[in-house]
């Protein structure tokens, strides 16, 4: 099985393009430093990413959480 991984620009926003999430990537970098996002992978010396499974499951609890609000 591979895994998937996306890298920030995919995942945050910015205001040349819209991202995954509609957050800014410092306040991606804030979660994961909270603890309230999952933490990247280092692919590389220069390349961070998350798996893809990571990011779903985060999104489908976190849909749950305000489902249930």
Do not use: H, N, Y
Not at 42 to 49: D, F, H, I, M, N
Request: aromatic content about 8%; cysteine-free; overall charge positive.
């Amino acid at each position: 099985m591979t895994q998937t991984f996306i890298r920030i620009r995919e995942l945050a926003s910015t205001a040349a393009r819209r991202g995954r999430l509609p957050v800014v990537p410092a306040t991606v970098w804030r979660w994961v430093k909270r603890g309230e996002f999952p933490k990247p992978v280092r692919l590389g010396p220069q390349t961070t990413a998350w798996r893809i499974e990571d990011v779903e499951r985060w999104e489908a609890e976190r849909a749950g959480t305000e489902a249930a609000q």
